[in-house]
């Protein structure tokens, strides 16, 4: 049975969500998923809005506030939540991804993607940047293109071997290893500095994201609207993102099931709010 709404926020906020998920397209036949299959997907498309909303600083949430999201996502996702989800608290996203000090090569290209976009890199550029001249450059690598490939092959190497795109891989284990990494400083860094090497823009943030989000906040912090509208706003940020940077490979459709279950979440979202009990139905 539908949580019943609280206030003009939460319907709002709901319709406004329901919008989003009635334009996402869906695909349904033999390989369409099963119902947990489904909550996988949605939890992985929260997770890549988390992520997402992270490298682009789209959100406003405290500390507290993130806890209690990714513990009731995990909870959702039937998965260990991450110990202290040191990403909120020790990731400075206008430094500390996107430089690194003991290796030059490695911070120019980052810097130069990050301020300039990636295809801005040149080998003029990275050189200005760092301690190597255009000439070694050029017989190091031959072109921009490859040595941007070789950085990023560098930061996927040092950061994690464990991570696979949600996007392309929306299973429990990779839903459980994007969680973990919430956890681990190092691999947040390597993924987000992958989103700059891969073209993903800043500020290309979909039109209307932040307007909704101030919906969703103020439903779930005044109004006592559940923490599942907040992780249902985070899915859909996943999807309609993906489907914005062309530099993401996303799925030309989710599975129907996917699509109904992110209604449900939208609709049925049970519990008084962010200390409200786990996700995750008993059957």
């Known amino acids: 049975m539908p949580t019943p709404d609280r206030s003009d926020a939460t319907r709002s906020a709901r319709a406004a969500l329901h919008e989003w998920v009635a334009a996402i397209p869906t695909r349904d036949g033999a390989d369409?998923?099963?119902?947990?299959?489904?909550?996988?997907?949605?939890?992985?498309?929260?997770?890549?809005g988390t992520w997402l909303g992270l490298y682009q600083d789209a959100y406003e949430l405290t500390e507290s506030e993130w806890d209690a999201v990714i513990e009731d996502l995990s909870r959702y996702a039937d998965v260990r939540p991450p110990a202290s989800?040191?990403?909120?608290?020790?990731?400075?996203?206008?430094?500390?991804?996107?430089?690194?000090?003991?290796?030059?090569?490695?911070?120019?290209?980052?810097?130069?993607?990050?301020?300039?976009?990636?295809?801005?890199?040149?080998?003029?550029?990275?050189?200005?940047?760092?301690?190597?001249?255009?000439?070694?450059?050029?017989?190091?690598?031959?072109?921009?293109?490859?040595?941007?490939?070789?950085?990023?092959?560098?930061?996927?190497?040092?950061?994690?071997?464990?991570?696979?795109?949600?996007?392309?891989?929306?299973?429990?284990?990779?839903?459980?290893?994007?969680?973990?990494?919430?956890d681990d400083s190092r691999k947040a860094a390597a993924l987000l500095r992958l989103y700059a090497l891969g073209g993903v823009a800043r500020d290309d943030v979909p039109e209307g994201q932040h307007a909704v989000h101030e919906l969703v906040l103020r439903a779930w912090r005044e109004e006592g609207a559940p923490t599942p509208l907040v992780v249902a706003a985070l899915a859909c940020d996943g999807w309609r993102a993906g489907e914005l940077q062309r530099a993401l490979v996303f799925p030309s459709a989710l599975p129907g099931a996917v699509v109904r279950e992110l209604a449900r979440l939208v609709d049925d979202a049970a519990g008084p709010g962010p200390a409200g009990p786990s996700m995750v139905d008993p059957g």
């Open 85 to 182: 989800a040191v990403v909120f608290r020790d990731v400075d996203l206008d430094a500390d991804p996107f430089r690194d000090d003991e290796r030059p090569l490695v911070d120019a290209v980052l810097r130069v993607a990050l301020e300039e976009g990636v295809h801005n890199v040149t080998l003029a550029a990275v050189a200005r940047r760092c301690d190597r001249s255009e000439s070694t450059l050029l017989a190091m690598f031959g072109d921009a293109e490859t040595l941007v490939d070789d950085v990023a092959l560098e930061v996927l190497q040092s950061g994690f071997d464990d991570l696979s795109p949600l996007r392309l891989d929306p299973s429990r284990a990779a839903v459980a290893a994007s969680v973990a990494a919430l």
């Open 32 to 48: 369409d998923a099963g119902a947990r299959d489904a909550r996988t997907w949605v939890a992985a498309l929260a997770l890549e």
